[in-house]
């Protein structure tokens, strides 16, 4: 039921606006003599209309539009100010702060009845819209939350299906992307590049599906041909993923093509040095090798931790980007949480 605040302070006047308003049905009407009371009601109550009388000791009519106005719910509900005769000037002050509607005492009542439903019909329909709006708004977020789950469960499973071929684990794609992550985190780039790289690093090697088992699966050491071969896992992974629409896998098939990339430029494909090797590359050849090298693999048995950390100083420049190295041995805290939660024992 609509709920119209009424202040004036001659008691008179407010029966009198009450008996008009009995006319329409369905409406409560509030009637208060004393704007600091109305106030302190208006704080904790709804309101659809409020009429209010111009002329009353402090606060007056203008100065209770004003605090009205910025009470929590408030800015938009419509407001009918009540003037003298005389004051005929106040309304141009008046409309500038959000008055909608003015009546003259006497107030008419047939003039009054019709002001009243109108601004309530108004009220309605701008009620209805804004729940409309809400409406629509929660959709859109639901529908681009499902799009988004929907997207990186499929990233997901296309990144299993790469691992399938693979000697690694399962546990390493998943720990590269929370490593660089966190890795994003440190230097300072936005959540939506953290959120990013944790789903585009762990596709740097989907390029293997392309490499035949005689060469991926071999046990020892590859001849110069196969590694040949081998390498171009990192140019396959981009043709897989490259020209998505997506900002994953766009991402996805940068690192695929550059995590071999060294930051001297003895790397490969495209032998690229220092800056030129996308961001993304270089903080994937980073990760990349030291999960690979804190890992038992076929080939090798897992080092220890600081002597991989010294690994990685002594490739600063060399293999890596130095100021990377440097932002990544200070989060070693953080890192070490992620390799134990998603250690390859978990995965077997
Ligand atoms: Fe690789
Ligand atoms: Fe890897």
Redesign the pocket.
């Known amino acids: 039921m609509p709920k119209v605040l009424a202040v004036d302070d001659a008691i008179t006047n407010l029966q009198a606006y009450e008996r008009i308003l009995k006319q329409l049905k369905g409406i409560e009407v509030f009637p208060y003599t004393t704007s600091r009371a109305a106030l302190l009601w208006a704080e904790d109550n709804p309101v659809d209309l409020l009429i209010i009388d111009y002329n009353m000791p402090s606060p007056n009519g203008l100065e209770f539009v004003e605090r009205f106005k910025k009470m929590g719910g408030k800015a938009d509900v419509p407001i009918i100010m009540i003037t003298g005769a005389r004051e005929h000037e106040v309304r141009y002050t008046a409309f500038d702060n959000g008055v909608d509607d003015f009546l003259q005492k006497p107030a008419d009542p047939v003039q009054f009845v019709a002001r009243v439903r109108n601004l309530l019909k108004l009220r309605e329909r701008e009620l209805k819209l804004a729940e409309r709006a809400e409406k629509l708004t929660e959709e859109v977020r639901r529908v681009t939350a499902e799009i988004g789950h929907a997207e990186e469960e499929t990233i997901f499973r296309l990144t299993r299906a790469a691992e399938f071929r693979?000697k690694?684990t399962k546990n390493?794609?998943i720990r590269?992307g929370h490593y660089a992550r966190l890795l994003v985190a440190r230097i300072g780039l936005p959540t939506v590049t953290q959120e990013t790289i944790l789903l585009a690093a762990p596709m740097?090697?989907i390029g293997k599906v392309a490499i035949p088992d005689s060469i991926l699966l071999k046990e020892g050491k590859l001849t110069p041909e196969e590694w040949e071969v081998m390498k171009g896992h990192a140019r396959a992974g981009y043709e897989i993923l490259k020209n998505s629409e997506s900002p994953v896998i766009q991402m996805g098939a940068e690192i695929a093509l550059s995590?071999h990339e060294k930051y001297d430029g003895s790397g490969y494909p495209q032998g690229l040095a220092g800056e030129t090797i996308p961001l993304s590359g270089r903080i994937?050849a980073l990760t990349?090798v030291f999960?690979?090298l804190l890992s038992d693999r076929p080939y090798k048995k897992a080092w220890p931790l600081h002597e991989v950390l010294e690994n990685l100083r002594k490739g600063k420049g060399q293999h890596f980007d130095p100021k990377l190295v440097d932002a990544f041995v200070e989060i070693q805290p953080e890192i070490q949480k992620v390799r134990r939660m998603f250690s390859d024992a978990e995965a077997a």
Do not use: N
Request: aromatic letters at 0%.
């Open positions: 693979d690694e390493h794609t590269m740097h090697d995590h994937c990349d999960d690979a």
